[in-house]
């Protein structure tokens, strides 16, 4: 999975992003640098993702940063950047990246159907 984000965590003052399930599962998390704190990988992520409400993007600023959430097929994508990330950019990559991640969905729900017990 992690090719798919390349583009993304290539940009201009990204520090990194996380795909959070519906569920608030942690799925994927890859950062550039090294964090001050890491993320919570448990169940904590769920009232979270609940609160969203299917919101299909939100952006958050804070002092020295952005975080860009987008809803995808399989949870919510969270684009951890900088005060100079290009934004543009960074919706550019995700409505590219949400239709390949929609046929990773289809193709991993086909393997299910044929897979042998």
Same mark, same amino acid.
């Given at each position: $999975?992690? =090719?798919?984000?390349?583009?993304? #965590? =290539?940009?201009?003052?990204? &520090? ?17 640098? /090294? #964090?001050?704190?890491?993320? &919570? ?26 975080? !860009?959430?987008?809803?995808?097929? $399989? *949870? !919510?994508?969270?684009?951890?950047? *900088?005060?100079?990330? /290009? $934004?543009?950019?960074?919706?550019? =990559?995700?409505? $590219?990246?949400? /239709?390949?991640? &929609? ?13 042998? =017990?």
């Amino acid at each position: $999975m992690s =090719n798919h984000f390349d583009e993304l #965590l =290539n940009l201009r003052d990204v &520090k990194g992003l996380m795909l959070v399930s519906f569920e608030g599962q942690l799925v994927f998390k890859e950062f550039v640098g /090294p #964090l001050s704190r890491e993320p &919570k990988s448990d169940d904590s992520w769920a009232l979270f993702i609940h609160s969203l409400r299917g919101a299909r993007e939100i952006e958050v600023f804070y002092e020295k940063g952005r975080i !860009y959430i987008r809803k995808t097929e $399989m *949870g !919510y994508l969270f684009v951890i950047t *900088g005060d100079s990330t /290009p $934004m543009a950019m960074v919706r550019l =990559n995700c409505d $590219m990246l949400v /239709p390949a991640m &929609k046929k990773m969905v289809r193709r991993d729900k086909l393997k299910g159907l044929f897979r042998r =017990n």
